[in-house]
């Protein structure tokens, strides 16, 4: 670093700006390669270009020298001559590697077939005064890659390309759902009072308002409103916040898609979930066949349908339409060999629910909708048409990993206030994720809420899935870390 700071004075001593405010007209690398890519061993052009990165490498010595550029799209080698550049040659074959630089020149074909470009004139852009990663074993501290993510872009071209693709992904969500008549909206993310899920918020305090505000757990109370409004087909891309563990499948911030529409039902809500996975997957990486744990995964719909009930009594033998208290449940789990030591408070739904994460989630490793759940997982769906003591609720997964959510949204008002005083109960007796009672969101349904399907897809994962990634922390470009 000593030596790159009086590098850093030589340059302006010598009367060039290290840090210049632009470098305007410049071409992508790969551009560059694609417009040439028929050109001969030993060819040459006279076309210029305007090429601007960072110097990655550097061979040669004497009157002339090749470096290698690399921006966001690619790498090509440089040609740099001293009897073309004069007293700039020195100056250039001297630089740090991460410096970054803007160089025109035209592009040839070496006798050697790599094609190159040939430098007429270089500019400073910015010195590096640090080190870059080593260029060859790359940035291997995955602690270091998580907490310096511009070092891990820098030195492993895959953590580029994975960022590269999750904003292709984006994009082709966005698209998919602009294209069938979709509304993108956008809803507080300080909230007076959090909901929408089963979740423990971050809490912060405005400071003019003299109040206690939270970060948003989930999208839905808001958007659903909008459909009262009669917006009738709207969606959020947007973060949610949830002040709960971390493990390889949760950040406490996430991106998330939540998507309603007016006269539709759950299993219009699956449909439109399993197209829009297949289509966001065909137009990201070109394939529905992903690997993951070296099995291979068909995202082509149809997906398989099974009821949550028949996938926890295929896996584990307990029957939980049968057990329908929270002691004869557990006496049935101990009985079926599953160890299940239940901390106070925890109730007959806590239960399920963890029959179904450990026992069945890593199991369904196809496209799988898990159907039909217990009213008390789901204070905001639908009571079942036909099966009392369920709602019209479909969990969606992929390679043992959820990744989407979905109702047949209730807009009975008074069975919603029912439903918010009973995770009141909850609530004082202990569940800190239980739902909090929002009065406003009632009022909203007082005034009419027509049939509503509804869908929450988890961003992060669906990338994890279809890039066989096994930590959010990898898709996630700057993930919560523990202090130092």
């Known amino acids: 670093m000593e030596d790159r700071r009086r590098k850093l004075e030589e340059l302006r001593a010598a009367g060039v700006e290290p840090f210049p405010p632009s470098f305007p007209d410049r071409t992508p690398v790969s551009d560059v390669l694609a417009r040439h890519i028929g050109l001969s061993d030993g060819e040459e052009t006279d076309e210029q270009y305007r090429l601007a990165g960072r110097l990655t490498g550097r061979r040669g010595h004497g009157k002339a020298a090749f470096l290698d550029l690399t921006d966001r799209s690619g790498q090509i080698q440089l040609h740099a001559r001293k009897d073309v550049l004069g007293d700039d040659y020195e100056r250039l074959v001297g630089l740090d590697l991460g410096d970054l630089i803007g160089v025109e020149g035209a592009p040839f074909r070496t006798r050697r077939g790599e094609l190159s470009l040939r430098v007429d004139t270089w500019t400073m852009l910015a010195k590096s005064l640090r080190p870059p990663p080593d260029k060859y074993h790359g940035l291997a501290d995955v602690e270091q890659r998580y907490r310096h993510r511009e070092l891990d872009l820098i030195a492993n071209e895959e953590a580029r390309e994975l960022f590269v693709l999750r904003t292709r992904m984006v994009s082709a969500v966005r ?35 003299d109040r206690t505000l939270y970060l948003r757990i989930a999208t839905e109370l808001y958007l659903k409103r909008l459909i009262v409004g009669g917006l009738e087909k709207v969606y959020e891309l947007g973060k949610d916040f949830r002040n709960e563990g971390i493990s390889h499948k949760h950040n406490p911030e996430f991106t998330m898609l939540e998507t309603y529409e007016a006269y539709s039902d759950y299993l219009d809500v699956a449909a439109l979930t399993e197209e829009l996975v297949a289509t966001v997957a065909r137009e990201t990486i070109g394939t529905l066949q992903v690997e993951r744990d070296g099995e291979s995964i068909d995202l082509t719909p149809p997906w398989r349908r099974v009821t949550l009930r028949d996938a926890i009594l295929d896996e584990t033998g307990v029957d939980i339409a049968e057990h329908t208290e929270r002691n004869a449940l557990l006496d ?133 899935v279809i890039t066989g990634v096994h930590s959010i922390r990898e898709v996630v470009l700057f993930p919560a870390l523990r202090d130092r």
């Open 175 to 209: 698209r998919f759902l602009d294209e069938r008549g979709f509304l993108e909206v956008e809803t507080p993310v300080l909230q007076s009072l959090y909901g929408g899920a089963l979740a423990r918020p971050f809490t912060t305090h405005h400071n003019v308002l």
């Open 332 to 464: 049935a789990m101990r009985r079926a060999g599953i160890d299940a030591n239940p901390q106070a408070g925890t109730g007959w739904g806590k239960l399920v629910d963890e029959l179904l994460s450990k026992r069945v989630e890593p199991t369904l490793v196809q496209p799988t909708f898990l159907l039909d759940y217990p009213i008390e997982l789901s204070p905001f769906a639908k009571p079942h048409r036909s099966q009392p003591g369920l709602v019209e609720r479909f969990e969606g997964f992929i390679g043992g990993i959820e990744v989407a959510n979905a109702f047949s949204e209730l807009n009975d008002p008074d069975e919603q206030r029912v439903r918010f005083e009973q995770q009141q109960r909850l609530q004082a007796a202990g569940d800190e994720e239980a739902q909090p009672f929002d009065e406003d969101f009632l009022r909203a349904l007082e005034q009419g809420m027509p049939p509503t399907g509804g869908l929450g897809l988890g961003i992060d994962r669906l990338l994890m």
